[in-house]
């Protein structure tokens, strides 16, 4: 199989990529920076991943989503499924630096010009191709000063739900996954703007956040990682246009 996958050099994707590489797919990684991605390639070379390429590319940009989704796939020869990861976090608030634009831009247009792009490359089949996007906890319920993640993330859902319409019967399986508090550097920023906010320490803002999870942690990127893998797998066929919730029971649907 080959994947490619966006924000591919750190956290959750560059988890994603190792769980492929592992799984022995061929890799398209994409980013904005090409020095994460090449370390990323490289430990997915060493986890057994046969082929792997690289490609810098902003996902707000649709002619630049098109033109890295289109050459990535020629590129490996075939595309079989498409994993879109790239995002960006934090909170934002009414004013002139209000960050509403570029937070919906990149979490929610982003996504659908991947989602476009990977459905004019897909291999023509007869093999199920998959499409997983991921949103967020937040895409669930909202937060205060967080308008704009909340916003994209719930958009995905909506997205994926409607996409999943669009091409089920063409053999692709559309998908998202929602995870919680996962532990990544976007999550510690997270935490340390409550720690900020409250004017507390980081470990006492962590603790009042697992207060929240009720097995009392955070996920790692390698168990997001594995229900991607699921997805992908023969055993979920038929799960179509779903949100899989990763948030160790902070919130239950």
Avoid at 6 to 25: E, K, P, S, V
Avoid at 32 to 51: F, K, Q, S, Y
Wanted: hydrophobic letters at 45%.
């Amino acid at each position: 199989m080959t994947v490619i996958i966006t924000g591919a050099g750190t956290g959750i994707g560059q988890a994603i990529a190792l769980r492929m590489a592992a799984d022995g797919h061929s890799l398209g990684l994409l980013g904005r920076r090409i020095e994460p991605l090449e370390a990323t390639a490289a430990m997915a070379r060493d986890a057994g991943a046969p082929v792997v390429h690289t490609a810098s590319c902003d996902i707000r940009q649709q002619t630049q989503v098109d033109e890295a989704v289109d050459r990535m796939a020629s590129t490996l020869g075939g595309l079989h499924a498409f994993i879109a990861n790239s995002g960006i976090g934090g909170a934002n608030e009414d004013g002139p630096t209000d960050r509403f634009d570029d937070l919906v831009q990149t979490n929610l247009m982003g996504t659908y010009y991947c989602c476009r792009a990977a459905i004019r490359n897909f291999d023509s089949g007869p093999s199920l191709r998959h499409i997983v996007a991921v949103s967020s906890i937040l895409g669930r319920f909202g937060v205060p000063g967080y308008t704009g993640y909340c916003a994209s993330k719930t958009g995905i859902l909506g997205l994926i739900r409607a996409l999943a319409l669009e091409v089920a019967a063409d053999g692709i399986q559309v998908n998202a996954i929602c995870p919680g508090w996962v532990d990544t550097a976007m999550a510690r920023e997270g935490i340390d703007g409550m720690a900020a906010g409250m004017n507390i320490s980081h470990d006492e803002a962590h603790s009042i956040a697992m207060q929240q999870v009720p097995v009392g942690r955070m996920s790692q990127p390698a168990d997001v990682a594995g229900v991607v893998a699921w997805l992908l797998s023969p055993d979920a066929r038929g799960v179509v246009g779903q949100g899989i919730d990763i948030n160790g029971g902070a919130w239950m649907g």
